[in-house]
């Protein structure tokens, strides 16, 4: 009984201070984007920094630890994507998929890879492929977004 009770101290700790840094960094995140700061904002935005991968509205919903119902989740997300600090990455599942656009270039999203086999989408954040080039007179590109099929590296 000497080891493991230690070690699971530490972790609680680790975690409170990564939670106050996250919190502190979300509501800097907010003013620099001209938002208000609302509990709700800074909460949703935590949720994202702290993702794997990009989630849907549920998934989203079902960290938080308030209790906002849909539509709040949804115009928050809105305000976050108008604000240009949250990117619409895919549909999956008839769901929208956000992240956060900081590791996005202006003009386009990193690629999204999906696993046919164990169906995971992994972001590729240090990819990033020309422009298209050829698109027709009169259209205007505002964001490319390429999203690859293949076999993960557990997988492959
Ligand atoms: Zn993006
Ligand atoms: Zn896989
Ligand atoms: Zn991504």
């Not at 700790?13 to 990564?18: A, E, H, K, L, P």
């Not at 240009?84 to 999956?92: A, D, I, S, T």
């Not at 590729?124 to 977004?145: A, S």
């Amino acid at each position: 009984m000497d080891g493991p009770p230690v070690k699971i101290v530490s972790i609680y700790i680790t975690g409170f201070y990564v939670k106050k840094a996250l919190n502190r960094a979300a509501k800097e995140i907010l003013v620099s984007a001209g938002l208000r700061r609302t509990g709700g904002r800074v909460e949703i935005l935590e949720v994202l920094q702290q993702a794997k991968m990009p989630l849907n509205q549920e998934e989203i919903q079902a960290q938080l630890d308030r209790d906002l119902n849909r539509t709040t989740v949804y115009r928050t997300l809105e305000s976050f994507i108008q604000a240009g600090l949250v990117h619409r990455c895919f549909v999956r599942e008839r769901a929208w998929h956000y992240e956060l656009a900081h590791n996005c270039r202006p003009l386009q999203c990193h690629p999204h890879f999906t696993c046919t086999n164990c169906d995971r989408t992994l972001c590729l954040k240090d990819v990033f492929l020309p422009l298209v080039k050829d698109i027709p007179d009169g259209f205007i590109i505002q964001r490319q977004q390429v999203r690859i099929e293949g076999l993960c590296p557990n997988c492959s």
